[in-house]
């Protein structure tokens, strides 16, 4: 029986000019309202936002036929109405001043984190795997856990910040550690521990329940799942789909993976956000650093078991090859607004979402 998966793609509307967000999802959700769609729209934590979850699925093929068939919902509302939907970690350029979603929830998230909460303009891509019980998705949780840099630095895709280079491949990910927690977290011996743990940590800073720690992977409050969160939100679906289906290979591997020290994976993890691909990346296997095109390849050979267990191998290795060849998001990014400044940007992030672009290199994802 297949492993399932499902992934939850966040986007921000913006100007097509300025690269601001535009407080319009509330019209998007309900323009994009279908009750025949299996996956569900719905509201982020800013108006700017909303965030489309897939039905659960059992192949790549499925993952991304339903991420795509949004994405050209997503599009064709955007166009009509002035605005590009985007798939971007952190909005080339953001509204001061800006106010969450009034929904109770939100509204007390930014009571307990205050100023913090008006720069957490940040959209990301969330991955579902299916698991059989807790104690699984714990030992699962501590498979992952060496490998988020490395998965950090295949998908970072926010170099900007108000206007400007960053200097750092994924903004997002540097934004999300000032939260109460945040990154990589503990290893955990057993569920118990993880209990443990979690249950200490409430109603410490603004860890008001689970869902408000902020790790890049801790098992689901509400699904037989674990959830990856290291993954800032893609400019297309083949590089979601293909993200989501390694991060599966990774669960279904069927081998533990060496433990590092929190400290150590968290400087690791900083450095990923920092750099991306372009220098060398931590790698769990010796401890150290080496070429990223190295770790790159050691973590496919770690996902290979369960890559090969569902037919993943071909359709995630041309995506990671044409991602270590042309670049990740960030540094097409960069490309873009180099070659041709912000017009040039808006196109780009226009051009990935549209459902003809989207669209292509799905065929290569097999059932």
């Known amino acids: 029986?297949?492993?399932?998966?499902?992934?939850?793609?966040?986007?921000?509307?913006?100007?097509?000019?300025?690269?601001?967000?535009?407080?319009?999802?509330?019209?998007?959700?309900?323009?994009?309202?279908?009750?025949?769609?299996?996956?569900?729209?719905?509201?982020?934590?800013?108006?700017?936002?909303?965030?489309?979850?897939?039905?659960?699925?059992?192949?790549?093929?499925?993952?991304?036929?339903?991420?795509?068939?949004?994405?050209?919902?997503?599009?064709?509302?955007?166009?009509?109405?002035?605005?590009?939907?985007?798939?971007?970690?952190?909005?080339?350029?953001?509204?001061?001043?800006a106010r969450v979603t009034d929904l109770p929830r939100y509204r007390d998230i930014a009571n307990d984190f205050g100023r913090i909460t008006a720069d957490h303009q940040i959209s990301g891509l969330h991955v579902h795997v299916g698991t059989r019980d807790r104690d699984s998705a714990i030992r699962a949780l501590n498979r992952v856990r060496p490998w988020l840099p490395t998965l950090l630095a295949l998908s970072a895709n926010s170099p900007f910040w108000e206007g400007a280079d960053t200097g750092f491949d994924s903004w997002r990910a540097i934004h999300s550690r000032r939260w109460t927690t945040h990154g990589i977290p503990p290893a955990f011996r057993d569920?118990?521990?993880?209990?443990?743990?979690?249950?200490?940590?409430?109603?410490?800073?603004?860890?008001?329940?689970?869902?408000?720690?902020?790790?890049?992977?801790?098992?689901s409050e509400k699904y037989p799942t674990l959830e990856v969160r290291a993954f800032d939100a893609q400019l297309d679906v083949r590089t979601s789909t293909a993200l989501a289906v390694l991060v599966r290979g990774m669960v279904d591997a069927g081998h533990d993976e060496p433990a590092h020290d929190a400290e150590l994976l968290d400087a690791a993890y900083w450095h990923a956000a920092r750099y991306g691909l372009d220098q060398d990346l931590f790698d769990p296997r010796s401890g150290r650093?080496?070429?990223?095109?190295?770790?790159?390849?050691?973590?496919?050979?770690?996902?290979?078991?369960?890559?090969?267990r569902h037919g993943d191998v071909e359709c995630?290795?041309?995506?990671?090859?044409?991602?270590?060849?042309?670049?990740?998001?960030?540094?097409?990014?960069?490309?873009?607004?180099?070659?041709?400044?912000?017009?040039?940007?808006?196109?780009?992030?226009?051009?990935?979402?549209?459902?003809?672009?989207?669209?292509q290199g799905l065929t290569e994802i097999r059932e």
Not at 290 to 301: G, K, M, T, Y
Not at 322 to 330: M, R, S, V, W
Request: net charge negative; with cysteine; proline share 6%.
């Open 191 to 219: 569920p118990e521990d993880y209990a443990r743990r979690t249950a200490a940590l409430g109603g410490i800073g603004g860890t008001s329940d689970a869902g408000t720690l902020n790790w890049v992977v801790r098992p």
């Open 316 to 359: 995630v290795g041309s995506v990671v090859d044409g991602i270590l060849e042309h670049g990740n998001g960030a540094t097409r990014q960069r490309r873009a607004y180099r070659d041709g400044g912000a017009p040039a940007l808006a196109e780009l992030l226009d051009a990935a979402t549209r459902s003809d672009r989207a669209a």
């Open 289 to 308: 650093l080496r070429p990223a095109a190295d770790v790159v390849h050691a973590l496919l050979a770690a996902a290979g078991p369960g890559l090969k």
């Open 1 to 97: 029986m297949a492993t399932t998966i499902g992934a939850e793609e966040e986007f921000i509307l913006l100007d097509p000019i300025s690269l601001t967000p535009v407080e319009r999802a509330t019209e998007a959700r309900t323009a994009l309202a279908d009750p025949d769609r299996d996956g569900e729209v719905m509201a982020e934590f800013f108006p700017s936002q909303l965030e489309y979850a897939s039905p659960v699925c059992s192949t790549a093929a499925e993952l991304g036929r339903s991420l795509s068939g949004f994405r050209g919902e997503l599009a064709g509302w955007a166009r009509e109405h002035g605005v590009i939907g985007a798939g971007v970690g952190v909005p080339f350029d953001v509204t001061a001043g």
